[in-house]
């Protein structure tokens, strides 16, 4: 087992581990007997049931509640920052919708030196929000990436390289088209957003993995930025009745031109739906779908050589589409001294996958994430 | 991983998840009228009523909605709770008997047009007048719900409480808008 990986993986659960007991300990405190209400009871309220809220509490409770990861808009006047840490562990090679085993890859493709046989990647994803008016909300999104891959030769030796660095910046309108964000009930959301090439598309690690030999540029998938400029069209559902909120989500990226390494990666069609449920104020779990497909890369970087040496380095290999099935919650502070702060958490698993491989399936993913709006 | 291929398994999983979650609830209020109707309860803890303005220990104290009433079930979680000795009770009103029986009284946006007419006749009762009309504190209303930054706060007439000979807390006027006639 490669030490880096351990440390990634323990890394990222720490993490998500701190978070759920900064959470817990916030609750504890909020049910301190507050204003000589019995306020053990609030966690046991009747859904609908804010009678247990003491004053200053009801003064600092939101009445549009986000519920998912993914769309929301604010309304006038409103500012959100958030952090989102993203976790995805791939391990498995598949071919088409079928697992393949290393072994196939080299019989298969003589040209290829190693097979990849896991990846990791971490994203630290940091957005902030404003909405001028109802109708408007406005985003810019900007991640730092780290990755890493596991490499298996012929002679059946394994070695890892690392890549990290800024993503590609993107900024988004949404424009509630029907609908009313104050009202709740059914909205639909215009996206409207473009992508800048702030990414480096030159990540370089040592040859082999190895200290002592020279630095050698990484495949296409570990690269963090595109080197393109994008669009990034979008339409957006929400609905809410009662503790019940869903919505469904589709954003293109539609990429532009060729960057400087003479190559496009293709264009991302991604889809999501949801549906989620309020058991009481501060708790909401939720179930999400999400489809993604996504293209090849056109032109080729030279880089890899005329004859690419890993089928990551090619690019007629990099196309895929994969549904992912999440379950997560959403948890808002309603009091203490994390009033106002909303956490959410959800992990998830591939019940679908297509991949134009050999590539690297899924395995899981989980994502946590942290939002203050004020 | 270990479980890789069986993606089908999976599949099922997620289906039986979803078919277990808990089917709609016959619940339609929204949250804006939740967090109002909590505000009304704790109101009754924030103000003081004249002790011979009240109805005698151990009956009721009351919450009327006059006009279309915009709670839905949002004021149900109210009733039968104990304040100050008493049994909270909540109910549409609309004589001007019952509008007198009530100790705070929350007027519906939908008796915009009446409002002059329906403070003038309130004028000497000790009740809190509560509304979410812009302006209505201005006009002679004691509470007004406001918007806020997705938020619900409200505005207070000190005065108009005062000239009524209810005492409003500091620690709810600490965080009210305060606005005067
Ligand atoms: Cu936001």
Redesign the interface.
């Known amino acids: 087992m490669n030490k880096r990986y351990c440390k990634n993986t323990v890394r990222g659960l720490r993490l998500a581990f701190v978070l759920c007991g900064l959470l817990s300990l916030s609750m504890m405190e909020s049910r301190a007997p507050a ?1 000589g209400m019995d306020m053990d009871m609030a966690p046991f ?7 247990g ?4 509490e ?8 986000m519920n998912v990861l993914g769309a929301h808009t ?5 500012f959100m920052v958030g952090y989102q840490f993203m976790y995805m ?1 791939m ?2 090679i598949r071919s088409g919708g079928h ?1 393949i085993s290393p072994a196939e890859v080299f019989a298969q493709n003589p040209s290829f030196a190693f097979a990849h046989t896991r990846m990791e990647m971490e994203e630290h994803m940091f957005d902030v929000m404003y909405a001028p008016s109802d109708r408007l909300t406005l985003m810019a999104m900007l991640s730092y990436k780290q990755m890493s891959m596991v490499h298996l030769t012929r002679a059946n030796t394994t070695f890892s390289q690392h890549g990290d660095g800024i993503n590609d910046l993107q900024v988004m309108g949404m424009y509630t088209l029907l609908g009313d964000i ?3 009930g059914n909205r639909l959301v215009l996206d409207g957003g473009m992508s800048f090439p702030t990414g480096s598309i030159d990540v370089r690690d040592h040859r082999l993995g190895d200290p002592s030999q020279p630095l050698q540029k990484l495949e296409y998938p570990m690269q963090p930025g595109s080197g393109t400029y994008a669009l990034l069209p979008g339409l957006t559902y929400l609905g809410d ?4 909120a869903w919505g469904a989500q589709t954003i293109e990226t539609i990429r532009l031109g060729r960057n400087s390494s003479s190559y496009r990666l293709g264009n991302e069609y991604l889809g999501s739906a949801w ?1 989620a ?1 309020g058991v009481c104020e501060w708790f909401a779990p939720y ?1 999400r779908l999400e489809g993604k497909v996504w293209g090849n890369v056109h032109g080729a970087d030279p880089a890899y050589g005329a004859v690419p040496a890993t089928a990551e380095a090619r690019p007629d290999k990099q196309a895929g589409q994969r549904v992912n ?1 999440l ?1 997560g919650f959403d948890v808002y502070v309603p009091k203490g001294i994390m009033m106002g702060n909303r956490f959410t958490i959800e992990g998830g ?5 297509h991949l134009t491989g050999p590539q690297l ?1 899924l ?2 993913t989980i994502n946590v994430g942290w939002t203050y ?1 004020f | 991983m270990r479980f890789k291929g069986i993606l089908w398994l999976r599949a099922i999983a997620a289906l039986l998840v979803l078919w277990a979650a808990p089917g709609p609830a016959a619940f339609a209020g929204t949250r804006e009228y939740e967090i109002k109707a909590a505000y009304l309860y704790n109101f009754l803890n924030y103000i003081e009523w004249p002790e011979q303005s009240l109805p005698p220990a151990g009956s009721n104290i009351t919450i009327g909605v006059v006009g279309e009433n915009p709670f839905g079930p949002a004021l149900d979680p109210l009733k039968g709770k104990q304040v100050k000795g008493r049994t909270l009770t909540v109910k549409e009103v609309s004589s001007a008997e019952d509008l007198k029986g009530c100790q705070i009284l929350f007027i519906s946006a939908s008796e915009k047009e009446r409002l002059p007419q329906l403070l003038e006749s309130l004028k000497d009762a000790k009740i809190v007048t509560v509304s979410e009309i812009d302006g209505f504190a201005q006009r002679g209303g004691i509470i007004n719900f406001i918007y806020e930054r997705n938020r619900v706060r409200f505005e207070i007439n000190q005065d108009a409480a005062r000239s009524k000979g209810l005492t409003i807390s500091s620690d709810l006027l600490k965080l009210a808008r305060v606005v005067k006639s």
Do not use: C
């Not at chain 1, 698993?349 to 996958?353: H, K, W």
């Open positions: 204003m309220m009747k859904p609908g049931d804010l009678t809220l003491s004053l200053q009801l003064y600092n409770l939101d009445i549009v509640q604010h309304p006038a006047g409103e562990d391990e498995g697992a104050r009202k709740g009745a009662g503790r019940w549906g449920y179930m099935a379950f698993f591939p019940i679908y996958e399936g395995s899981w709006a």
